[in-house]
């Protein structure tokens, strides 16, 4: 049972228009919820996160929104560069976790000049 | 800056072989991870330790090992290398905690062949 999903593989989208990223999840222990991006040859490293007590955070360009009731989370990256071009990842951990984070399969954002 | 450091980026190895991939942390965190990545299956926990000598298994542990003897280091071992273990391993560590604390810090990983 895949308890965090991201289910579009890959996004392309044009050089200053938005980027949207999805993610679902079914646990509903799930409290806070955080976007890790991964260049190729590269560990992935931390983005952006949020709280479940939140609905949105913004960071820059990026802004996470939480839909608790839909079990649903997205990022928002405005305007995409092509430098943002990379896999990116949903994961989400549970104050009874121990830490542990569970994360989606990841989506291949690519952003054309 | 944070740092976590694998020993190899890149290794080749024979079926059969036992492997150890090293992961080294400089943050004094508590916990450490190691993960495999393999296309449209993103990262799969394999071990988790929460404290020196402490590991718990994740969710794919077999044909794997762990070693913490000190904070700062966590092995990951491989007994007996198959070609399914052809992948890409990546070590994270983080404090304990809830939370901000949840995030991962990663290292630059680690890309195993085994022929």
């Known amino acids: 049972d895949q308890q965090v999903k991201q289910n579009s593989p890959s996004l392309s989208v044009q050089e200053g228009r938005i980027s949207i990223l999805n993610c679902d999840y079914t646990?509903?222990?799930?409290?806070?919820f955080l976007w890790y991006k991964k260049y190729p040859a590269e560990g992935p490293t931390f983005l952006i996160s949020i709280s479940s007590i939140k609905d949105k955070n913004e960071d820059g360009r990026f802004t996470v929104f939480l839909n608790k009731s839909a079990k649903h989370l997205s990022l928002h990256i405005v305007p995409s560069q092509p430098g943002d071009s990379a896999v990116y990842f949903c994961?989400?951990?549970?104050?009874?976790?121990?830490?542990?984070?569970?994360f989606g399969d990841g989506t291949t954002l690519t952003v054309k000049p | 800056d944070v740092k976590v450091t694998q020993s190899s980026r890149y290794l080749v190895k024979r079926t059969g072989e036992k492997v150890f991939l090293e992961c080294v942390q400089d943050?004094?965190?508590?916990?450490m991870f190691w993960y495999r990545q393999d296309p449209g299956l993103g990262l799969r926990l394999i071990y988790f330790?929460?404290?020196?000598?402490?590991?718990e298994k994740g969710d794919i542990p077999e044909g794997y090992s762990v070693s913490r003897e000190k904070k700062e280091r966590f092995s990951l071992i491989l007994e007996s290398a198959s070609t399914n273990q052809t992948s890409m391993y990546l070590c994270?560590?983080?404090?304990?905690?809830?939370?901000?604390?949840?995030?991962?810090?990663f290292g630059p990983g680690t890309r195993l062949t085994v022929l």
């Open positions: 646990n509903s222990m799930f409290d806070y």
């Open positions: 994961a989400a951990s549970a104050d009874t976790n121990a830490g542990k984070s569970t």
């Open positions: 943050m004094d965190h508590e916990n």
């Open positions: 994270a560590s983080s404090v304990s905690g809830t939370g901000r604390n949840n995030e991962q810090f």
């Open positions: 330790s929460y404290d020196v000598k402490m590991k």
